[in-house]
């Protein structure tokens, strides 16, 4: 990328300096065009939560029923 910046400001009859600045001023006139950040949806159940045996199980518990007679 030096090599391309060097060539252009050699076309130019400028410097690279002069090259650079002028890049970082249009980078840092024009707004910041970024995308919205990740947001995962929402998904839910029309349920009650976990069944009331369930409720307090730790994890590998719920693990063991989601995989039950399923050769996991």
Do not use: C, I
């Not at 839910?44 to 399923?70: I, K, S």
Request: charged fraction near 30%.
């Amino acid at each position: 990328m030096l090599a391309q910046a060097k060539r252009a400001a050699e076309l130019e009859n400028t410097t690279l300096r002069a090259l650079v600045e002028r890049g970082l001023r249009q980078v840092l006139a024009s707004p910041a065009q970024h995308s919205a950040p990740f947001r995962l949806r929402r998904v839910t159940f029309g349920g009650q939560g976990l069944q009331r045996e369930l409720d307090g199980a730790n994890w590998d518990r719920l693990r063991e029923l989601a995989y039950e007679g399923r050769g996991a």
